[in-house]
């Protein structure tokens, strides 16, 4: 098979339509979706949502918005490691967390649109500036890291339609744009985790902190490389590309670190706050919170402590499972389960709402596909042959083979 003498090859192309499962449950989530934005910008939130004056943030800010951002953090956290300490041998990996990152942010902005009473005015902030408010800083810092993303994504469209002169200028301009990306992602990440130190008396002590800025900030950077371990074992499986597994095992190496940090400094938190006699009192918080650390950080850290798990590419790919939705849970906790106390409310979401949700999570899994399709997102020396089954979790993708590829 001979192969495109480019860095990165041309785009997988697909071979027809074929239905299969999971495009049917794309589709569902398509239709509900639509039908529950219909009832949302028709009818309002009351109709559409159980938010209120008690509990005006739900799903659509804890998962969709505070989740999200921090899902799309091996965006800032792998381009730095590859650009900015010129790890040539991570950069294979690149171009899909930064389609990750860029489409995560995009969603974000997307589900954003759905929270705002009035999304018509989500463009004030531009001129109507508040520079002592933390939402004012998080709303600049999303913004102008959107714009950035879409910067860093172009050279793979410009790549694609073969705008050489455009693709020199970019790739001048890259290294500078991935330090600003760097600043802006740091600023945010952290401030997202400062919107909630204005409510010390009713965010429960579990999740309540002075450090919640740099838990913030910590668990994004372990989730970027968690979630950069995640999707590179699943494009290895459903596009037919060879896992990069020493790439893999240095990102399962500096995950451990992170972890570690990460618990060393929540330990020491509570215990500074005198939180930890807490962890023994029964109570709806106290299995929420249990559930968080079993996932994020006990059982992790367990896994990749052992060199055999660490060297394996399953034991990374469940380990970084467990990393991702441990951490989600604790933005959930953050967010939900943390005010419920103080509001005396039992929020959960209405159908709408996870129609939403999920929608949006279809997209983006949808979109990655045809990015995938269509773009020269991997390395054409990996995407040596076909997929032998057809992806089970892809959603829109057909069969891929090479463009420029002979016998």
Request: aromatic share 14%.
């Amino acid at each position: 098979m001979k192969l495109s003498s480019t860095p990165f090859g041309a785009p997988f192309r697909g071979t027809g339509f074929r239905f299969t499962f999971w495009k049917l449950v794309f589709l569902f989530l398509l239709a509900a979706g639509l039908y529950a934005t219909f009832i949302r910008f028709t009818q309002g939130l009351g109709a559409a949502t159980h938010l209120s004056d008690q509990f005006p943030w739900g799903i659509w800010i804890s998962f969709d918005v505070l989740c999200g951002v921090m899902l799309a953090a091996g965006g800032f956290t792998l381009t730095a490691t590859v650009h900015i300490f010129n790890l040539e041998r991570m950069h294979s990996i690149i171009r899909p967390t930064i389609l990750t990152a860029f489409l995560g942010y995009i969603l974000v902005c997307v589900a954003l649109m759905y929270d705002l009473g009035k999304p018509y005015n989500i463009w004030h902030p531009l001129i109507m500036r508040n520079p002592h408010s933390v939402m004012f800083e998080v709303a600049y810092c999303v913004m102008l890291y959107t714009a950035v993303l879409a910067l860093e994504f172009s050279p793979i469209v410009l790549e694609r339609f073969k705008l050489h002169k455009a693709l020199k200028v970019m790739r001048t301009i890259l290294i500078p744009l991935v330090i600003l990306g760097v600043i802006l992602s740091t600023l945010h990440q952290s401030s997202l985790g400062t919107l909630y130190l204005i409510v010390p008396e009713k965010l429960h002590p579990f999740w309540y902190s002075p450090l919640l800025p740099v838990f913030f900030f910590l668990s994004a950077i372990a989730v970027g490389l968690a979630m950069t371990i995640f999707e590179s074992s699943q494009s290895a499986k459903h596009f037919g590309l060879q896992l990069e597994l020493p790439v893999l095992q240095e990102l399962g190496r500096v995950l451990v670190v992170v972890l570690w940090l990460y618990a060393i400094l929540r330990f020491e938190d509570l215990a500074h706050r005198g939180v930890l006699s807490l962890l023994l009192r029964p109570g709806y918080e106290m299995y929420l919170f249990w559930l968080e650390l079993t996932l994020s950080l006990i059982v992790p850290l367990i896994l990749l402590s052992q060199r055999k798990v660490r060297t394996s590419p399953t034991g990374l790919y469940w380990s970084a499972v467990l990393v991702v939705l441990g951490f989600i849970t604790n933005r959930m906790n953050v967010s939900i389960t943390g005010l419920e106390g103080s509001t005396g409310v039992r929020y959960f979401p209405k159908w709408s709402e996870l129609a939403v949700t999920g929608m949006i999570i279809g997209a983006g899994f949808a979109l990655f596909g045809l990015a995938v399709k269509y773009l020269p997102i991997f390395p054409a020396e990996h995407a040596l042959e076909e997929p032998e089954t057809e992806p089970s979790t892809a959603v829109l993708e057909a069969e891929p083979v090479l463009e420029n590829a002979g016998d």
